[in-house]
């Protein structure tokens, strides 16, 4: 390690005893504010390589909103005052109401700096360079602000998808979040670069009064934890390369493996992708800034300072050299960053909080030359004097921005680095139109057409641009002023002359009054007048009623220019360029909008680059979609799915039922403005809402009921969905017949036998839902030509809509893998698993069985098996080489397994770990008749029959019900602690850890709690600990019960201590009654157990 000596560091230490203030960073870099026109906005898109497109995001508390608001008031949107405050981007109440934010909000920044050459001195300081201009670069930063909390988790996905580049921030006290991990996971798949902002500084001042040093130490290791996570991603990532370069290897694929630096991808504040900072208190630096402030005291360059600001270099006070820890010799110095950063900033706070001394303040802000009027600095607002101070010292807004235009790259950069994997991963990616993927990758504004339209959203149109008065001019403010005082002048004459004839005229209006009588209307007329008035009103309502909301894609251009009146090529979800003209439609576009948080600036065009409001898709996208010149053949950009699958469902009706088309209306407004929410009716009748959260579904009514349909509504009890799993009892005895149930039906004699799966299977099952629905599609291509009459019966409609997101089980999905990667692994699984060998001792799983799958359930893609027998009587899915199946109607039997799957027979909710064995078909009759209506009979018959025998080989197991659980973490304070576990508890919930924060008496406490018990679980964890926890509930998965629902008192010793009718609750069972009292099953109660023992009235 290279030394400074004293000659080129002419050091002294600095205390905080004598802090060194300087603002001479300010001279290199500065931004400007300024209001924007039309021309000079669509001037800043025009520059590409000015375009910044970043999204904020953190877990929820971490202090995005009141950053964003800080960089709002660089720009005078806000004042700096009410930074941190007013929280301009959170426009909903409810969101200023709880604090937190809720939908994604987009604005746009305008920011300048000014490079000014520098150059270090050389040794022959005769040669004197001539003088260079300052560099002046303008950037437009299109920002958006996302929501923390996990219920909204989907709006991370839609921000991260927009842009190029993310703003993470980490509450220094609290560390990394379980969020922190899931928006670092966002950027990593989306290959976002990001900044690392270390916030909430001042709680290590002011709340945990850590010293400097103990303040480095801290932030060090909240700086290794974030990268722990990253290089957790890098590891997972590298792992999957080199299985499948091993893959190729054995097919006899030539290729090399190529190796990746990791060096880049974490974060470092000698790099400048760090800030620490204070949003609330407006201040925040990176080293670079520091770096130029010591430059001109310390007479070395920025660049060489930047490498020892941060990291473990000392100044040693004798020899007044750099050096590294293995130069301490025992000696207790303090880092550089210490003396020069941290102390500066204690120093203030303790003058200005802490130990206030009004003189050495008016030193320190003397000494830094900002402006502070007298007033705010003798202010007994402590809290508002350190802002003032700060802000202007160390204005966060500067840092950040700088660091942004810096360190994250342009569309330009960032789409030559990410497009090919989107495109790669869009469904027919090899039909793309070459030119549209080279026009994407290279951002070409005058090229075709690709933009990515993420969600809808609903703005009121009366809040349109077109529909508000247009901002008047200062010149035009004046000519109208003039013209209010001439008319007012005109108005204070006419005043006087009608005070002059007032009196003359009182006496002939009263001689008027009296001798004539205004004879007024029949009342009948008046009243049918009303009527009309009401009913044309009315008419003008239900007219207007649809106009009330617009529809605005919120969008991002890849390549080309959209302009207002152009017709485009809609592409929905759906959209296969192998099926080019099946779900595309076509629009023009009637509106472009810049978003500007609660305002909208209206636009003629915008180029590639830039993220725009798109006015001209109602009727044509329901919630993502993209664009694409008419007679392209374009790639689907919306493919991805939703990160948070709703799980809380409620059943809606309105209080008035005459105002059903309002809901259904409503709905349908909902639907398509929010991109986590599903709709839809069930065949009872009822509309369902499903949400991803308790938050997230009083978000929705709330909208419901004052937004989108206007009126009362009456909802259900939140409605949860459950599993049906079976296994073994290890009290029972080996039987090898266990679950095995005959059908006959007609000439046929059926033997089915239902088993657990193992548990390592059903998990990877779970796992690769989406890879199995592939599988199925391409194996279903080929069975529809083999299908006979009983085909018709696979499509049974099994309401695809209740739980389609669930089918994943809210798991992380694995990657996409071929057929044969997918068999090899679950032939280990199989031939590894031990469940029923040894209790059974007929099961002895291998991986032989694999071939033998004939389909998956329910849906053809859930965690339960159907087996062929031996004798190959129905399909099998991966056994390519087996003849044709020998049973005449084998997609009843599938079909009648779906069916079982789908709904068990303990509440008709979802199978999981089940497999059911086909063990044989016989012929019992001895001669067929062949009649084509018996046969047609029949196989709708077999349906019904096999669903049936499932359920009961089922029931002779040992049935559970699973619960869907939430993976709760709350942070915690040590004196709340016992609170905390009291309520988790209560909620039926179970502590999985519990982790002291180092340096901290934060807790974290991880516990799992069912959905079905959550519900308040929040609010009544921050009422029992004032405040003082906040629990963020995830969705986890299903977990069982491990208590049989059918289970009462058998042996003596059951009996003797529970009593006939068990005093201890079966709490499955009450779960399970509930379910199907809920669905109008019959449920086995007693509504009166002793009748003769009932009380009576004493009879007269």
Wanted: charged share 30%; aromatic share 6%; net charge negative.
């Amino acid at each position: 390690m290279s030394r400074l000596t004293r000659s080129q560091l002419n050091l002294k230490p600095v205390s905080s005893k004598e802090p060194y203030f300087s603002r001479s960073g300010y001279k290199t870099l500065s931004s400007v504010k300024m209001r924007l026109s039309q021309k000079e906005i669509e001037h800043l898109q025009e520059n590409t390589d000015g375009i910044r497109n970043i999204c904020i995001l953190a877990h929820v508390d971490h202090g995005k909103t009141s950053l964003s608001d800080s960089l709002l008031a660089s720009n005078g949107i806000i004042s700096q005052r009410m930074a941190g405050q007013i929280r301009y981007l959170d426009a909903r109440p409810d969101e200023q109401l709880r604090g937190i934010t809720m939908e994604s909000s987009a604005i746009s920044l305008y920011f300048k700096t000014i490079h000014r050459p520098h150059k270090e001195k050389s040794t022959d300081e005769k040669e004197k360079s001539p003088i260079e201009k300052p560099e002046i670069k303008e950037y437009l930063i299109n920002l958006i602000d996302s929501p923390g909390h996990v219920d909204f988790s989907s709006e991370v996905s839609i921000a991260s998808r927009l842009c190029d580049g993310a703003v993470i921030l980490v509450d220094v006290v609290e560390g990394v979040c379980s969020q922190t991990i899931s928006v670092l996971r966002q950027c990593w798949v989306d290959k976002l670069k990001p900044v690392l902002v270390l916030n909430k500084i001042d709680r290590l001042i002011m709340e945990l009064q850590m010293t400097p040093s103990e303040a480095y130490q801290h932030l060090s290791k909240v700086i290794e934890q974030v990268n722990s996570v990253i290089g957790s991603f890098y590891a997972g990532d590298r792992m999957q390369e080199d299985y499948l370069w091993k893959e190729k290897l054995e097919k006899g694929e030539k290729i090399e493996f190529k190796e990746k630096d990791d060096s880049d991808i974490y974060f470092s504040p000698e790099k400048n992708n760090v800030i620490f900072a204070s949003a609330i208190d407006g201040w925040g630096f990176n080293i670079a800034q520091f770096a130029v402030i010591y430059e001109k005291k310390l007479g070395v360059s920025r660049e060489r300072l930047q490498k020892f600001l941060w990291g473990d270099f000392y100044l040693d006070p004798k020899t007044k050299k750099v050096i590294t820890s293995k130069g301490l010799r025992g000696r207790n110095l303090k880092p550089l960053f210490v003396n020069f950063v941290l102390n500066n900033i204690w120093f203030i706070y303790n003058i200005a909080i802490l130990n206030h001394d009004q003189e050495k303040l008016e030193k320190v802000v003397k000494s830094l030359k900002i402006r502070i009027t007298p007033r705010e600095l003798r202010s007994k607002d402590k809290k508002q004097l350190i802002k003032t101070v700060m802000s202007q010292w160390l204005p966060v807004a500067n840092a950040v921005l700088l660091t942004v235009a810096d360190k994250l790259p342009s569309p330009l950069e960032s789409q030559k680095q990410r497009i090919e994997s989107i495109l790669d991963s869009a469904p027919g990616a090899e039909l793309i139109d070459h030119q549209l993927r080279e026009n994407m990758i290279d951002c070409c504004k005058n090229e075709k057409l690709s933009c990515y339209i993420s969600k809808m959203l609903l703005i009121p149109t009366e809040e349109l641009p077109e529909n508000q008065k247009e901002a008047l001019t200062h010149d035009e403010l004046i000519e109208r002023g003039r013209q209010a005082r001439a008319a007012a002048a005109k108005a204070a004459e006419a005043v006087k002359m009608m005070e002059q004839v007032q009196n003359e005229s009182d006496d002939m209006y009263a001689r008027v009054s009296e001798s004539k009588k205004i004879e007024e209307e029949p009342e009948f007329k008046f009243e049918d007048e009303e009527e009309d008035l009401t009913a044309d009103t009315q008419e003008n309502e239900t007219e207007n009623e649809t106009e009330k909301e617009t529809a605005i894609g919120f969008a991002r251009i890849y390549s080309g220019t959209l302009s207002v009146g152009d017709e485009v090529s809609v592409l929905q979800p759906r959209f296969n360029p192998s099926k080019p003209h099946k779900y595309i439609s076509t629009t023009k576009i009637t509106g472009l909008y810049l978003l500007m948080g609660r305002d909208m600036i209206s636009l003629k065009k915008v180029p590639a680059g830039n993220i725009v409001g798109i006015k001209g898709l109602d009727g044509h996208l329901l919630k993502s979609g993209t664009l694409v010149n008419t007679g392209t053949l374009g790639i689907n950009l919306a493919t991805r799915g939703m990160t948070s699958p709703p799980i809380v469902k409620v059943a809606l009706e309105p209080e008035n039922p005459t105002q059903m088309d309002k809901l259904e209306k409503g709905l349908e407004l909902l639907n398509q403005a929010d991109p986590c929410v599903k709709t839809y009716v069930q065949g009872t009748g009822e509309h369902i809402l499903a949400t991803a959260g308790e938050l997230h579904l009083e978000r929705c009514l709330k909208d419901l009921r004052e937004r989108f349909a206007g009126i009362e509504i009456s909802s259900s009890k939140p409605v949860i969905p459950y599993r049906e799993t079976i296994v073994v009892n290890m009290d029972s005895k080996p039987d090898p017949s266990r679950g095995t149930q005959e059908l006959v039906l007609g000439k046929y004699k059926i033997i089915f036998q239902t088993v657990p799966l193992p548990t390592e299977v059903t998990e990877y099952l779970m796992h690769n839902t989406k890879n199995i629905a592939g599988f199925e599609k391409q194996i279903g291509k080929g069975d529809q030509n083999d299908k006979d009459e009983a085909g018709d019966s696979t499509n049974i409609k099994i309401d695809e809509a209740e739980g389609d997101e669930l089918d994943d089980n809210g798991i992380q999905q694995s990657r996409v893998i071929s057929m044969d990667e997918f068999t090899d692994k679950l032939g280990k699984l199989f031939d590894g698993t031990e469940n029923l060998k040894n209790r059974e001792n007929v099961f002895v799983w291998s991986s032989d069985m694999v071939n033998r799958i004939s389909s998956f359930g329910p849906k053809n893609k859930g965690p339960n098996i159907f087996f062929d027998s031996e004798k190959h009587d129905v399909r099998r899915i991966f056994d390519k080489s087996c003849s044709k199946q020998r049973f005449e109607y084998p997609f009843s039997l599938l079909s009648g397994f779906q069916l079982a799957t789908s709904a068990g027979p303990l509440a008709a909710e979802q199978m999981q770990g089940v497999a059911v064995f086909l063990k044989d078909i016989i012929d019992i009759s001895s001669e067929s008749d062949g009649k084509v209506s018996e046969v047609a009979n029949l196989a709708g018959r077999l349906i019904s029959s096999t669903r049936d025998m499932i359920h009961k080989g089922f029931r002779e197991w040992s049935p559970r019900i699973m619960l869907a659980m939430y993976t709760c973490d709350i942070q915690a304070a040590t004196e709340v602690l016992g609170k905390v576990y009291a309520v988790v508890q209560k909620r039926r919930g179970s502590v999985v850890k519990e982790e002291l924060k180092e340096g901290t008496s934060f807790f974290t406490v991880t516990a799992k709690i069912p959905v079905v018990e959550a519900f308040g679980f929040s609010e009544e964890i921050r009422k029992r600990t004032s405040g003082a926890a906040s629990p963020q509930l995830v969705f986890s998965g299903f977990e069982s019960i491990d208590e049989d629902p059918f289970w009462v008192p058998t042996t003596e010793e059951e009996l003797k201590e529970l009593g006939e009718f068990a005093d201890r609750e079966n709490v499955a069972r009450r779960y399970m009654n509930s379910i199907r009292k809920r669905k109008g099953l019959f449920v086995d109660e007693k509504v009166v157990q002793r009748a003769e023992k009932q009380r009576t009235l004493k009879k007269d």
